[in-house]
Each structure stands twice: as structure tokens, then as C-alpha cells.
């Protein structure tokens, strides 16, 4: 059956919350597939601010050429305390009806889609939401945009630090982002080798680390790298260095904070094609009737999962693969 909603004529994109490498991948495709399909196109400006002062302007196919290998994103994104107003909701709808757009893919995370999801209930307006954040943390999808870049800057730092890291006894603290999820650190910490991986899902006693610590000391591994979530329940990178001074003062520890580094730069081929599938699909789920979703990708296939599932279910962290990176960790 046909369901093309023949409403949509002037869509919007904009990016919106944290931004992620291959955001600028997604507005491609976003904008491309649109003109494909005989649509207008706007570009919203920093996210729901933006929509709320009108900062919106046409998007081109050629406005978008020259962007896929570019991290950031074009329309630059904010975090809007307006939009969470129901006078500030009622801004942006009259911005959006001034220049008549009747549709918005909104590229960004939970928070973006909670906004998306309210602003649909509250106008009718039909919304699709494209995944956007390094954290990987969204329920429906098996990946975000931006995370599988994120994870490659974080261990390409791992793999210089592994370099200097050639003395006895060092412990070497590396945290990486990750507020409420372990996403970014339990891949990072298997892709690198990581002596140890600390996440905000498992709490790990720090006597059994050591314990761990000096059983690989003991069969002559040099150094350890651990891995820390910034989230981690028992402390971040730095607090555990200065405990572990404390309680096991021979060690030599060391921290470093990849931070920022880890939402800049070009995003990996992953990304970009995730992106690029995502943006696309979007547009056409948009067409085909379906609002309120958000495209997640599933044993490499393309779905739709609701806003509401994606913001309120939790994805698990694969216990096995934790199972993994301790057994391959000794
Ligand atoms: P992310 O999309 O990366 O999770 P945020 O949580 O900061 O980022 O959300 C981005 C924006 O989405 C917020 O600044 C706000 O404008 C909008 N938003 C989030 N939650 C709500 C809400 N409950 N009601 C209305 N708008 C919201």
C-alpha cells in the first residue's frame, strides 16, 4: 500500500543536543534523497534555538557538496531551554508555518527525540529522528552516528600511549566519554588491548583490579592500560589514580583525558555510510506516511523504532563481550 504523504513539501533538517562526526554525512543525504523527491528543503540552525528565532534557511543539493568527510556539522547545534517551554514550542511552529515547512528530520540524541516526539503530539507536524551521538546509547539501533569515529580517535590515543608506556609497575588511567553508558570505553578497551575496562554498568572493585594487576604483572606484562568510562561508578581516571597511589603506592600511575579529541574530527567510512543510509532512509520513511520514529540500524538492516521505545527502553550492554575482554585482557 501506498501510504506517500502527499502533505510534505518543505522539509526541515537540522542537527541538535551533542554533536557527533557524520552529522554533516546525514544532512547530505538528508537534503539529496529530498531533492530526489521533488522536495524543498530547509536548514535549521542550532537545533531547537534556531527553530525558535526562525535561523532557517534553503538547503540545495549543491549547499551540501563538499561536506561528507567533514566532522561537526554544518548547522551548527545547541541546546535549547526555550524548546522545553510550551511558549517556546509555539515559536518554532509559527517559524516553521511562516516558511511553510511541513516536515523535520531532527539528527541528534534522546533528548532531541523527547523534543521531536512533544512538538509532534503537540502540532501534528510529522517528525523522523536520525541518530546522532557518539555514545552509541540509543535503544533500536545497534549503532549511532559518530561513535564508531569516536572509538577509532580513542584508540589510536591508546595505541600512542601503549608506545611510551614501556617501565615496570605504570598504570596507566585513560578516560574516555561516556557519562551513563560504556559504550565507547568497552570497545575502545577491546580494540586497544586493555589490561582492564571500567564502565558506568559494572561496578569493579578496585582490590580485584589489582589483584588482576598483579597476576599479569606476575606473568612479566610491563604495564597496564585501564580504561575508564567517565561515568564509572567507582570514579573517574583521575580519582582512581590517586586511590590507587594511596592504598598501592609502588605503582607508577599516569591519566590521561582524551575528552573533546574523541566528537572531533573526519568521520570513519562506518560513519559516513551509516550516515548516509540513516539520511536516506529518513526521508523516505517520512514520505511514506511514518512519523514520531527514529531509523536505527539492526543486523545491517535499516528499521524504524518509535521515539518512544528509543527514549525509554534501555540497551543492555553484551554481557558476553565483557565476558570477552577479561578473558582476553590476561
Ligand atoms: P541529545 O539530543 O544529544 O540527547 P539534549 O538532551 O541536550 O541532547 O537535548 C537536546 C534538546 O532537545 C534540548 O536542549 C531541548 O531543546 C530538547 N529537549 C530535550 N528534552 C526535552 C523535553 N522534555 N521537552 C522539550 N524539549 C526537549
Redesign the pocket.
Known amino acids: 500500500m501506498d501510504k506517500h504523504n502527499k502533505a510534505i513539501r518543505r522539509l526541515g533538517v537540522f542537527t541538535?543536543?551533542?554533536d557527533a562526526p557524520g552529522m554533516n554525512a546525514a544532512i547530505r543525504a538528508v537534503v539529496r534523497t529530498a531533492v530526489y523527491h521533488g522536495l524543498e528543503v530547509f536548514g535549521i540552525y542550532r537545533?531547537?534555538e534556531g527553530m525558535i528565532e526562525g535561523d532557517i534557511v534553503p538547503l540545495d543539493k549543491r549547499d551540501v557538496a563538499n561536506i561528507i568527510h567533514r566532522g561537526g556539522t554544518i548547522l551548527k547545534t545547541a541546546?535549547?531551554k526555550r524548546?522545553?517551554t510550551s511558549e517556546g514550542r509555539n515559536e518554532a511552529y509559527e517559524a516553521l508555518r511562516a516558511k511553510e515547512i511541513d516536515g523535520l528530520i531532527v539528527i541528534?540524541?534522546?533528548?532531541?527525540f523527547?523534543?521531536g516526539r512533544?512538538f509532534h503530539e503537540e502540532y501534528g507536524v510529522p517528525v523522523m529522528g536520525v541518530p546522532g551521538?557518539i555514545d552509541n546509547d540509543l535503544y533500536g539501533t545497534d549503532y549511532t552516528i559518530g561513535f564508531d569515529t569516536a572509538v577509532n580517535t580513542a584508540i589510536e590515543a591508546l595505541d600512542r600511549i601503549r608506545d611510551t608506556a614501556s617501565s615496570h609497575n605504570r598504570l596507566f588511567f585513560v578516560e574516555v566519554m561516556g557519562r551513563d553508558t560504556g559504550y565507547i570505553a568497552l570497545n575502545t578497551g577491546i580494540g586497544s588491548g586493555a589490561g582492564a575496562i571500567l564502565i558506568p554498568e559494572s561496578s569493579v572493585d578496585l582490590d580485584i583490579l589489582m589483584n588482576h594487576l598483579e597476576k599479569t604483572e606476575k606473568h612479566k606484562k610491563l604495564f597496564s592500560l585501564i580504561v575508564v568510562a567517565e561515568g564509572n561508578e567507582n570514579g573517574n581516571a583521575q580519582q582512581l589514580a590517586d586511590e590507587i597511589k594511596v592504598r598501592f603506592p609502588h605503582y607508577d600511575t599516569k591519566v590521561t583525558i582524551i575528552g573533546h579529541l574523541q566528537r572531533g574530527g573526519a568521520p570513519s567510512a562506518l560513519d559516513r555510510l551509516l550516515a548516509s543510509r540513516m539520511g536516506y532512509t529518513a526521508v523516505e520513511s517520512i514520505l511514506q506516511g511514518h512519523t514520531n520514529m527514529m531509523v536505527g540500524v539492526q543486523d545491517n538492516h535499516m528499521q524504524l523504532v518509535t521515539f518512544e521505545d528509543a527514549i525509554t527502553k534501555h540497551k543492555a550492554i553484551d554481557a558476553d563481550l565483557m565476558r570477552m575482554a577479561d578473558i582476553l585482557s590476561q
Open positions: 541538535s543536543g551533542g537545533g531547537y541546546r535549547s524548546f522545553r541528534g540524541g534522546d533528548g532531541s523527547t523534543g512533544i551521538t
